[in-house]
């Protein structure tokens, strides 16, 4: 009786290590360990100021920081009142330190190498602070100013 259960726990044991093998045998290191999000800081020099990132509204005031998800490139839109909207690209800059480290985990197996390609924007990182300034203020014409 004990012995069956013994042959038991060692096949269930043997079961769920082949198992997490082949999970990380077909799996890449950078697409387990790098974060899909990151944090990234906005600079607006006005306390008015609303940050939107692809139509999602980030924050007000000065300094804006969130959590982006890395996405590839993302439209940010300063709205200032009396300024014009400022229409900006948030564009990946680098690659994330860490990537150099576990490609090299990756060479062992020659799967995972593909598999990079298809997590690219995990890969590269936004720059950490933007400074995004309103520039065009609207003038506002007073009573005695006329139209031509």
Do not use: H
């Not at 009786?1 to 290590?17: A, D, H, R």
């Not at 200032?80 to 948030?90: A, I, M, R, W």
Request: net charge positive; proline share 5%; hydrophobic share 40%.
């Amino acid at each position: 009786m004990l012995k069956n259960q013994n042959v038991n726990f060692i096949t269930q044991n043997f079961k769920i290590l082949l198992f997490t093998s082949i999970v990380f045998l077909f799996s890449s290191c950078v697409a387990i360990f790098l974060p899909m999000k990151q944090s990234v800081k906005f600079n607006t020099n006005n306390e008015q100021s609303k940050i939107f990132v692809d139509n999602e509204e980030l924050g007000e005031g000065n300094n804006v920081s969130s959590k982006i998800e890395k996405t590839g490139s993302k439209q940010v839109i300063l709205k200032t009142p009396d300024y014009k909207d400022e229409y900006n690209v948030l564009l990946p800059e680098r690659r994330v330190i860490a990537f150099w480290p576990l490609k090299l985990v990756d060479i062992c197996f020659i799967l995972p190498i593909g598999i990079d390609a298809l997590v690219v924007e995990k890969i590269f990182k936004y720059p950490d602070n933007n400074e995004f300034t309103p520039k065009l203020k609207y003038r506002t014409r007073t009573l005695d100013e006329k139209y031509i």
